[in-house]
């Protein structure tokens, strides 16, 4: 049996395998090919906008969205070799995301660092 850790170990631990991007990182390589996957929800959007060109995919629906070999699988997930770039609101719940990603496969699968609000703060591009 494993032991319990509490959330901050957690993140602490799969962040060690992510080679986690800045929002600037994340801009160019977007426009170099990469994916970048809005987890944020509805609300949130709503309130601050959205990073264009960004796929928009509820947490919940994440996994079944972006396997390659999915029957309900998003048409931008064509390779497992697909560089994605999963953001949240702050850069939490992405980290556990990308993990995820990673556990089926998607092993260039990494995460915003501060996340929409990084990209933000950075000036990027965001549309209302």
Not at 6 to 28: N, P, Q, T
Not at 36 to 57: F, H, K
Not at 64 to 76: F, N
């Amino acid at each position: 049996m494993t032991e319990p850790v509490g959330i901050d170990e957690l993140l602490e631990r799969v962040r060690e395998d992510l080679d986690r991007v800045s929002a600037k990182e994340a801009f160019d390589e977007a426009a170099h090919g990469a994916l970048l996957v809005d987890i944020r929800y509805q609300e949130l959007r709503e309130r601050d906008g959205l990073i264009p060109g960004a796929l928009v995919v509820e947490r919940n629906e994440l996994e079944w969205r972006l396997d390659p070999r999915g029957s309900h699988r998003a048409a931008e997930a064509t390779s497992h070799d697909l560089r994605v770039v999963v953001v949240c609101n702050e850069g939490y719940a992405s980290s556990l995301a990308a993990v995820s990603l990673r556990q089926l496969g998607l092993h260039r699968a990494t995460d915003l660092i501060g996340g929409f609000q990084a990209w933000q703060s950075e000036g990027l591009p965001v549309t209302r």
